[in-house]
C-alpha cells in the first residue's frame, strides 16, 4: 500500500464518522421535535381538561351525573 492509498483510507475512515456523528446529531434533534410536540399536546389538552372541570365546577351533582350518563355507550336515553 503506498502513501496515497493510506491517506485516502483515513480520509474515507473519518469521513464516516463524520457522518455517523451527523446523522446521530439529528436523530437527536428529531427526538427532541417529538419529545415538545407531545408536551405541547399534552398541555393543549390539560387546558381543556382545566376549562371542563371550571365549567363542571359550577354545575349541580345532579347535571354532572345526566351529561356522564349520556355518554356512556349502550345507556337508554331519557328522552322516551
Do not use: H, T
Amino acid at each position: 500500500m503506498n502513501w496515497i492509498g493510506l491517506i485516502l483510507a483515513i480520509l474515507q475512515l473519518v469521513n464516516k464518522l463524520m457522518e455517523y456523528g451527523l446523522q446521530q446529531k439529528w436523530i437527536a434533534e428529531g427526538e427532541a421535535r417529538m419529545a415538545a410536540k407531545a408536551a405541547a399536546e399534552i398541555m393543549r389538552k390539560s387546558g381543556y381538561a382545566k376549562a371542563a372541570l371550571e365549567e363542571f365546577a359550577g354545575k349541580s351533582d345532579a347535571d354532572v351525573d345526566d351529561f356522564l350518563r349520556s355518554l356512556e355507550p349502550g345507556q337508554p336515553s331519557n328522552d322516551r
